[in-house]
């Protein structure tokens, strides 16, 4: 079986969706299938370092990248578009991820064209919160372009019940397949020492800190976890918050504007982007972790965070009820108090927060790894295909 995946970027800028597709398309490739990626050399407002126009041979898949053009907020690549005309005809399945992008707009009249099956990945760009900012553009995109393309396709592979349910009033007539996000087991198997972290930030050794793991962004919910961290501080002096994350729109000073006003900026270290054992030392280090996203389809750092053992608190926004369901985490409403007292009940509580990251970390080894997503992905691929190309 060969697959191709499609996808804008996978920049580090670009956060979990780009962590995705590389990590989907090892376990993929793990299992016997060819799996390729094309995509664009974009990473946000620099260029990824890469040959183009040629396959990159990696573990058990191939990457191959083409030039690119801004325009906004899209990125257009027309020797991409020329290739998938071209070569798209010569997989038996296509899966695009992400949504109001023209290189998957382009991917899915190929796969049209060409009569390719494929599977489209929204990565939660369809919730009603992700809909609405910046909603002029995409709606739009959405009418003239994205809605036709995923009624046509094969499948729309939603991470779990939760975004289905926000999503229904689209009214969307393509099958839903239901596949979460996951991660390598490997990479979390054994707990790190934090002694990187605190090399880089000593400002942070000695204090109880509270991680945030994710792109610096609006649908972040960035705003309320400043009013929430300021009443956590006044009751626990001790916690120190730590926002790591790339920036690729400029919107840190906004958010250091929305800690200044809440009166708590002196107790927050921004990093900017964690990458390898640094990040896995500043999981070591954190005493707890925070999403309070207004929206996600399934975060890749939340998963990250429950596999490091750590008590976290998620929103409702993150599209996460098992966690809750499973004693595994705290799911607050997407209020700032409502994050507030959920952080105030771990540090109030320390051994049940502890215990509750200890289940968070056996939920995520026994359902959410890329391993036990591949599986079921492979399934998927296996009944969709016609028998004459699987």
Partial sequence: MKVLFVIAGIGSVYGGPSKIVVELAQALGKRGINVDIVTTNANGKTDLDVPLKTWVIKNFYRIQYFSHLHFGDYKVSLSLSRWLFKHVVNYDLVHTIALFSYPVTITHLACQKHQVPYINNPQGMLEPWALSHK????????????????????????????????????????????????????????????????????????????????????????????????????????????????????FTSTVQAYFAKAGCLDSVTFTGILLGELKYAALAAASLYVAPSYSEGFSMSVLEGM??????????????????????????????????????????????????????RQLIFEHYTWDIIAEQLEQVYLNILPSNRS
Avoid at 185 to 195: A, E, G, I, N, T
Avoid at 323 to 329: I, M, S, T
Wanted: charged share 20%.
């Fill in 307 to 360: 596999a490091s053992g750590l008590p976290c608190v998620i929103t409702t926004g993150c599209n996460f009820p098992e966690a809750g369901e499973k004693q595994a985490a705290l799911v607050a409403d997407i209020r700032a108090e409502s994050i507030a007292d959920a952080l105030l009940w771990c540090l109030k509580n320390p051994q049940e927060a502890n215990a509750m990251g200890d289940r968070a």
């Fill in 135 to 250: 909603s002029w553009k995409k709606k739009l995109y959405y009418a003239f372009l994205d809605r036709a393309a995923l009624n046509r396709a094969n499948a729309i592979h939603i991470l779990n019940q939760a975004e289905a349910n926000k999503i229904a009033p689209l009214q969307l007539t393509a099958p839903y397949i239901f596949i979460p996000n996951g991660l390598n087991s490997q990479d979390f198997k054994k707990l790190r020492q934090p002694d990187l972290f605190y090399q880089h930030y000593p400002q942070t050794c000695g204090k109880t800190l509270i991680l945030f793991l994710a792109r610096i962004d609006p649908k972040k919910g960035l705003d309320m976890l400043a009013n929430a961290f300021s009443i956590v501080h006044r009751q626990f002096p001790d916690t120190h918050l730590i926002i790591a994350g790339p920036d690729n729109i400029d």
